[in-house]
């Protein structure tokens, strides 16, 4: 499932990915912006956007692997 940004103060796609693996399926997502505007980038030289997005991301699909395994049982 491909999602485009462009309203707001980033432009570009994200994309989930579900492949089929032994056992399951691995859920990927994979981000590809550029921000926008000057507040964006004076912001970006003191935050670590990349890293605070890879975190929750991160959380998001440890969340999904723990509910589908709850499910499961």
Do not use: K
Not at 42 to 64: K, N, Q, Y
């Amino acid at each position: 499932m491909r999602m485009r940004y462009g309203n707001g103060f980033i432009v570009g796609t994200g994309e989930w990915r579900l492949t089929a693996v032994a056992g399951g399926t691995r859920v990927t997502y994979e981000l590809d912006v550029v921000a926008e505007g000057w507040l964006v980038a004076l912001l970006g030289r003191v935050l670590p956007f990349g890293r605070m997005h890879s975190r929750l991301m991160a959380e998001i699909l440890e969340t999904l692997e723990q509910e589908t395994q709850r499910r499961q049982a």
